[in-house]
C-alpha cells in the first residue's frame, strides 16, 4: 500500500512540475514604452498628453518614469523629459498602438512637443 502512495506521489510531482514549466513558458516577456520628449508649448502638451495618458491604462501599462530628473552620463545631453511606460507583453504594445483609443490624441495638429517614441521587448 505505501508503495502505491509513494508512486502516486511521484506521478503527482512530475505531473505538477510539467504543468507549472508550460506555464511558465508561456508566459511573455514585458514590453517598455520609451519615450524622450523635448516640450515647445505647454498648452499644447497638456491637451495631448490629458488625452494619451488614459489609454495606457486601458491596456493594463502602467508608468515606470514619469519626467524626473535626469542625469546625464557621458557626452550627450540628457533628453528634457523621459517617461517609460510597461505593458504585459509586445502585442499588449501593439494593440495598444494599433487601437481606436489613441486616434484622438494622434488626431491634434499640434503636440506641443518633440517626441521620439519607441517599444522595446524587455527579458523575462
Known amino acids: ?13 512530475a505531473l505538477g512540475g510539467g504543468a507549472i514549466q508550460m506555464l511558465h513558458a508561456q508566459t511573455k516577456p514585458p514590453a517598455y514604452l520609451i519615450s524622450d520628449i523635448t516640450i515647445t508649448n505647454e498648452a499644447n502638451y497638456k ?7 488614459p489609454t495606457f ?3 493594463g501599462a502602467k508608468f515606470l518614469v514619469r519626467g524626473g530628473q535626469t542625469i546625464a552620463i557621458g557626452a550627450d545631453e540628457p533628453p528634457k523629459r523621459t517617461t517609460l511606460i510597461v505593458f ?16 484622438p490624441a494622434r488626431s491634434l495638429p499640434d503636440r506641443g ?5 519607441w517599444v522595446v521587448e524587455g527579458v523575462q
Do not use: H, Y
Open 47 to 53: 491637451e495631448w498628453a490629458d488625452r494619451i495618458v
Open 1 to 13: 500500500m505505501n508503495l502505491k502512495l509513494a508512486f502516486a506521489t511521484l506521478i503527482g510531482a
Open 113 to 117: 512637443a518633440k517626441i521620439r517614441s
Open 88 to 103: 504585459d507583453s509586445l502585442d499588449k504594445a501593439k494593440a495598444w498602438n494599433e487601437s481606436e483609443a489613441v486616434k
Open 57 to 59: 491604462a486601458q491596456f
